[in-house]
């Protein structure tokens, strides 16, 4: 399945959900917001939310400081 993360061209091995992208990507799972198509998806959501072949996908990581 072909999407594209962060405007970067991405293939996956096998269907699989939101969480299990960031897994496959090796990004963390605590102070990340996704959106998918220009819409944020819900953190309590990304289990169910199953991610199409040719979906956007915008991932963001929280960033501390002051």
Do not use: C
């Amino acid at each position: 399945m072909k999407i594209q993360v962060n405007e970067q061209a991405l293939t996956l091995p096998s269907a699989m959900n939101i969480e299990q992208l960031l897994t496959h990507l090796e990004k963390p799972l605590m102070g990340s917001a996704v959106a998918v198509n220009m819409q944020v998806i819900n953190r309590s959501e990304w289990n169910q939310y199953d991610i199409n072949e040719g979906d956007n996908i915008s991932l963001f990581q929280a960033i501390a400081g002051g």
